[in-house]
């Protein structure tokens, strides 16, 4: 563990130890406590990253890199604004002393999972954050967030025990579980080992020929909580790990290629398959969850490269990722609130009475789409430039295709249940409440903002990466 | 690396149990029956994995992690065992193939 950031995954768990007495006394008290505990960590991560003396000492300062503070980063702001949103979206019977520590010892988990140095507590923090979100899907007494739940613990237990199998064969092969193994003439063995655990991640992050449980979990989850699920959970308890592997492969030399070709083939594949299921959908959430999974393509297509550029992508495209589907998953929350269904074939012309939730669309849709002054634009400019490097030329093409067919489904969700004429019953629809908008707001101004200032960005993690 | 006639002979248990756990999870349709499958698969991995911390001679660190393993399911099978008693409650009964409610 990096010991200097400890802090970040301990003061959740004792704030989640701590909430449910003060529950006892008032609902208000565990929300202040769990907002207030997000909110002090995220400013803490800010003083880090934006402090101007480590600039001017160019980050030597560091002794973490920069791929873990910016995973921090995204663990606290996404988690911030679910349970900013979850406190006044009083929707369902859910119990709010049962959800608000769940909430808080998933952040702790995931914490603990990016500070990790080697595989075995990657794995013991995975599984905890694993629980929890069974939990967190089925905490409302519905049918479809059970089937939910019970579908995602049947389909990724296999998964840990893929990952277990890696952990085995490593051990025996390579004596430590430490990340820094002796990557220049490691054994075949060790390929094998670093092979299951990657296919055990691959499950995790729900990749192409593994992604069933992930529209279902995504759908049968209570609304804040399957914006929690896309916007960082399922990205950190898998596909970070496929990142990290990604990273250490690098330095292995040419005999990386044999786990980092098919890991390529399998994220393209993924891109494509995502973008071309998301077409065929009828439920908000539905589409976002296949958009979820193409994007996962992406990010890890552009990490398979083992190339700098590759990597750095795939990195700013998680937390871009994290940023514009954590605003999209809430807006269709609080669509459902207002108009009560995420059917789309029954909402159209929301944009009249919602106008801020169908712009914040428009914004979070044309950056997962990739367009220039967006930040989604620059880490899909850095992974498709890696691809034409560093692979087969027809992975780079067919990721600008499906690039275009994501605008083209997101284009039609944004017909289908904002523009157009309003049905009748849709007429009274009011728009989301002000609080309830801020944390979407706010992930647009990060997406902007993030955007135009990427010349920074890329400054900051050119010198820490 | 040579590898030790018991080594190949604990891995191909190994194998064995956790064959025996993936088809005990396609046969049946009963959840609980998947569930004890997949117990049998994780103890399958336990075997793989304290054989080959013999082999390397780091008996200590497999037994530190088995122990770890072991707390860990438990705490995943009292989730699932929880998950699957709220869900007969709900729907009464526990048929795998009676769980396609979510369709887009």
Not at chain 1, 23 to 31: V, Y
Not at chain 1, 407 to 422: D, E, I, R, T
Request: charged share 10%; aromatic share 12%; net charge positive.
């Amino acid at each position: 563990m990096t010991t200097e950031l400890l802090s970040y995954s301990i003061i959740p768990l004792l704030a989640a130890l701590a909430i449910p007495f003060f529950g006892r006394r008032s609902f208000k008290l565990t929300e202040i406590l769990s907002n207030v505990t997000l909110l002090a960590g995220l400013g803490n991560l800010m003083f880090i990253i934006f402090n101007p003396s480590n600039k001017l000492h160019n980050y030597e300062t560091f002794s973490f890199d920069g791929f873990t503070i910016l995973m921090l980063f995204t663990i606290y702001l996404v988690a911030l604004s679910i349970v900013f949103f979850s406190t006044f979206f009083k929707v369902g019977d859910f119990n709010k002393n049962a959800f608000y520590p769940l909430i808080m010892i998933s952040v702790s988990a995931m914490s603990s999972m990016v500070l990790s140095v080697d595989f075995f507590s990657l794995y013991i923090f995975m599984e905890a954050l694993a629980v929890t979100s069974f939990a967190l899907i089925a905490c409302e007494e519905k049918k479809s967030g059970i089937e939910a739940a019970i579908k995602y613990l049947l389909l990724t237990f296999p998964a840990s025990a893929l990952i277990l199998i890696g952990l085995a064969i490593m051990l025996f092969a390579n004596g430590s579980l430490y990340f820094d193994i002796s990557m220049q003439n490691a054994s075949p063995a060790v390929f094998s080992a670093l092979a299951f655990i990657v296919l055990g991640f691959a499950i995790k992050a729900g990749l192409f020929p593994f992604h069933f449980w992930t529209p279902d979990a995504y759908q049968g989850a209570p609304a804040t909580v399957s914006a929690y699920l896309a916007g960082i959970v399922t990205k950190v308890s898998g596909m970070y790990a496929i990142i990290k592997i990604c990273t250490l492969l690098k330095v292995m030399g040419p005999a990386s290629f044999k786990i980092s070709s098919p890991l390529m083939l399998i994220g393209v594949a993924t891109l494509i398959f995502g973008s071309i299921a998301a077409l065929a959908q009828k439920d908000f959430k539905r589409m976002l969850a296949f958009s979820s999974i193409s994007q996962m393509g992406y990010i890890v297509a552009g990490a398979a490269t083992l190339n700098p550029i590759g990597i750095l992508g795939a990195i700013l495209h998680l937390f871009n990722h994290a940023t514009f589907k954590t605003s999209l998953f809430l807006n269709s929350a609080a669509i459902e609130k207002s108009a009560g269904t995420t059917n789309m074939k029954k909402l159209s012309g929301l944009e009249k009475n919602m106008p801020v939730t169908s712009w914040t669309s428009v914004i979070a849709i044309f950056s997962t789409a990739g367009l220039p002054p967006l930040s989604g634009f620059w880490s899909k400019l850095l992974i498709i430039l890696a691809l034409w490097v560093a692979a087969p030329k027809p992975y780079a093409i067919l990721a600008l295709i499906f690039s275009i067919v994501t605008l083209a489904y997101f284009m039609l969700l944004q017909k289908n249940v904002f523009f157009g004429k309003p049905k009748e019953e849709l007429k009274e629809v009011k728009e989301a409440s002000v609080y309830m908008l801020i944390p979407v707001i706010v992930m647009c101004l990060i997406i902007v903002v993030s955007g135009i200032f990427f010349p920074f960005v890329f400054e900051f993690f050119e010198k820490t990466l | 690396m040579t590898l030790t006639s018991t080594f190949s002979l604990d891995w191909l248990f190994a194998a064995l149990i956790i064959f025996i756990g993936a088809y005990c999870m396609v046969l049946t349709r009963n959840l609980i029956k998947q569930l004890i499958g997949l117990e049998i698969i994780s103890k399958g991995v336990m075997i793989a994995i304290i054989s080959s911390g013999a082999m390397s001679g780091n008996t200590n660190l497999a037994q530190a992690i088995i122990i770890t393993v072991i707390l860990v399911e438990a705490v995943i099978v009292a989730t699932g065992l929880a998950l699957l008693v709220k869900g007969y409650r709900l729907n009464e009964n526990i048929d795998v193939k009676k769980l396609d409610n979510l369709r887009g």
